[in-house]
């Protein structure tokens, strides 16, 4: 196939991509086969009509694909690679720990391949997860094993549902593939503003989960990992308690995917003698605007024409060396109530797939070092987010989440208990200065980064606009040391996956590289 790019109109036709593909190139409209949308970005711009930039491959005969290969400037070969897995044999069934996107993927993977993988999840299946967290976010009653951050899906379930592809491979594809075949919307194959919805995501989860059980895989739920044993660097044996019972599994290959909240499984995994090191991340408040008014700052004179609801992305960098960013958009979506342990305030976002609701809300971060974290144990930086989410509690009193104006926050940080935008963190909101629960640095940076983001997104410092917070559970603080094959350094058999191992950082990288730690567990046990 071809590949080519063009600029679209909003609202454009099949005829009209048939059209702009003539005019773009020496060819005829009987000379065009398939029609493929690879890529797919809304721009917008003051007093311009909205129009999408497209990345188009298209089929035609043989003899004219390689003349219009000679226009280099204008077409490039796409080839559309597939991944799939090899047949494998395993003495001892594979273990994969956690259901979230890399661990699903892992094991789907190892199913595909003949291994009947077992996989460990210490939450709930979807709908048993989705009772819990609503008792969580009606009655503030807490189960410290199944919520939004453990349970199946994992915590991209409850986190907007939003999809970074840039650029697709083999792996990308695959996974996309996988959820439009699980009932999401062929859109997100090609848009970047990709998108499942909260909504949406456990039907999905669901369905791979269908899908592993029928190649002969195996879900265990409430099946929290506890222990590995590990004889001359090797693994032999991964144990795991269910219903208040130890049970011993022997395995050489076990997917360790459990997400950046399973505290006390990376713990145990450094006292066995994993090598564990300490990395950056952010920690912050969402801040929530009007979704209409994000609607009309961010398309101006388009916002008529254009059904999408808007997002965003901001960035700056501070005379301090701290950057200040936004994070995980949720366009026309709500502040999630997303702690897993007692005692502790977390916040996360998410959209349904309408993205309709009446706020629009972003992480607002300031990134942090292990230089922060006030220690040189490895794992330094969980007791670092443990400190805020805990001082937020006491802060508090509760669960609910503490808030203030983006003005008040501008003028120093004292609260006039006023919030004209209305929070949606479900438990509620008390007021609160961001001072009396983060590091200074956080607070002050988020106030000097404000009008940055307002010569970027012209608008964005809406006096009334609410922050609430704390934001602490964005990436993982540490990274879980692995060699070339994808083996844990120090534990041969043991793969460190996903974005709780400190390899990926949303929904699709966690995914791909689950694809891509089965790919080399596989590779270790052909037939």
């Given at each position: ?38 890529r ?9 009509a ?51 996107p ?7 993977a ?31 009653v ?105 049970v ?5 290959t ?51 024409f ?50 309709m609701?009446?706020n ?18 490895p794992l ?16 508090s009193?509760s ?10 926050l ?45 010569s ?33 350094t120090g ?12 390899y ?6 966690s ?17």
């Amino acid at each position: 196939m071809i590949n080519t790019d063009l600029v679209l109109p909003y609202g454009y036709t099949h005829d009209t991509v048939i059209d702009a593909l003539t005019s773009h190139l020496p060819i005829d409209r009987s000379e065009i086969g398939e029609i493929r949308l690879l890529r797919r970005e809304l721009i917008v711009k003051d007093g311009r009509a909205p129009v999408y930039k497209c990345s188009i491959a298209f089929s035609s005969s043989i003899d004219k694909e390689e003349g219009l290969l000679k226009l280099r400037n204008k077409v490039s070969r796409f080839e559309y690679d597939t991944f799939s897995s090899k047949q494998s044999h395993f003495d001892d069934r594979p273990v994969v720990a956690g259901a979230g996107p890399a661990g699903l993927f892992a094991a789907l993977a190892l199913a595909e391949s003949g291994a009947r993988p077992i996989v460990l999840e210490r939450g709930l299946d979807v709908d048993g997860r989705a009772k819990k967290i609503e008792l969580f976010n009606r009655f503030g009653v807490l189960d410290t094993e199944c919520n939004v951050q453990f349970g199946e899906g994992g915590a991209g379930t409850y986190s907007d549902g939003k999809l970074k592809t840039g650029a697709k491979d083999k792996y990308k594809y695959r996974v996309l593939e996988e959820f439009i075949d699980g009932g999401a919307d062929e859109s997100i194959a090609y848009s970047t503003s990709a998108h499942l919805g909260t909504d949406k995501l456990p039907g999905i989860v669901k369905n791979i989960r269908n899908k592993i059980l029928s190649l002969g895989g195996e879900v265990v739920f409430s099946a929290r990992l506890t222990d590995v044993t590990i004889k001359d660097g090797r693994l032999c044996q991964i144990e795991y308690e269910k219903n208040g019972e130890r049970v011993s599994l022997p395995t050489d290959t076990l997917i360790l995917a459990t997400g950046h909240s399973a505290r006390d499984t990376v713990r145990m995994l450094k006292d066995r003698g994993a090598k564990i090191t300490p990395k950056g991340f952010g920690v912050g408040m969402r801040i929530e605007h009007p979704r209409e008014y994000i609607n009309g700052i961010v398309y101006r004179d388009s916002k008529e024409f254009i059904e999408e609801t808007a997002s965003y992305h901001l960035v700056t960098h501070l005379s301090s060396g701290r950057s200040v960013y936004s994070f995980c958009m949720c366009p026309g979506g709500s502040v999630v109530a997303a702690t897993s342990e007692d005692s502790g305030i977390v916040t996360n976002g998410m959209s349904e797939y309408s993205r309709m609701d009446d706020n629009s809300n972003a992480a607002i971060l300031v990134s942090v070092t292990p230089a922060d974290f006030g220690s040189d144990d490895p794992l330094a930086g969980i007791e670092f987010q443990r400190k805020i989410e805990r001082a937020a509690y006491n802060v508090s009193g509760s669960y609910k989440a503490l808030a203030i104006s983006l003005s008040d926050l501008m003028e120093g940080g004292e609260t006039s208990g006023k919030l004209a935008v209305n929070p949606s963190y479900p438990l509620g909101v008390n007021t609160a200065s961001p001072y009396d629960f983060l590091p200074e640095y956080i607070p002050s940076s988020i106030a000097e980064a404000m009008p940055d983001f307002d010569s970027w997104l012209s608008g964005f410092i809406l006096p009334e606009a609410t922050f609430t917070g704390p934001e602490t559970r964005t990436t993982s603080p540490y990274r879980i040391e692995r060699e070339s094959d994808g083996c844990a350094t120090g534990c041969y058999g043991i793969y460190p996956t996903g974005e709780g191992a400190g390899y990926a950082g949303g929904i699709v990288s966690s995914a791909v590289d689950g694809l891509k730690m089965a790919e080399k567990a596989i590779e270790k046990h052909l037939k």
